[in-house]
């Protein structure tokens, strides 16, 4: 059964920071891209950061310069760390998995983050 299980969401500050975890579950996760996306309300669910199994990344325009994604190998878990956030970058954040030879997605269930003063 494959889990991916986000957290480190919550509220916070503009201009502060957050660490957003995921970890997986029963997937080869080595082989997985990896990705952080997320979904305000009323607007369409977007691609925030990605990073593939050789470690490349790549960043939505909207937050490159502040956010940084990273993954660990060896406890099945990749991150999604944000500084200087802003009111803007409140929504629903999910994790992904991508194969990438089927191209079958995983999804996590999703963590919300809140940037108000």
């Known amino acids: 059964q494959v889990q991916l299980v986000e957290s480190g969401g919550g509220l916070v500050q503009p201009g502060g920071s957050l660490r957003l975890s995921c970890a997986a579950s029963g997937i080869g996760f080595n082989i997985y891209a990896m990705g952080w996306y997320r979904q305000a309300p009323g607007k369409q669910r977007e691609l925030v950061a990605r990073i593939s199994s050789g470690g490349n990344t790549d960043y939505a325009d909207s937050v490159k310069g502040r956010f940084t994604i990273s993954r660990d190998n060896a406890i099945n878990t990749v991150y999604l760390q944000m500084n200087s956030l802003k009111p803007e970058d409140s929504a629903v954040y999910y994790c992904?998995?991508?194969?990438?030879?089927?191209?079958?997605?995983?999804w996590g269930k999703g963590s919300l983050v809140t940037v108000s003063s």
């Open positions: 992904n998995a991508l194969h990438p030879g089927s191209l079958i997605n995983y």
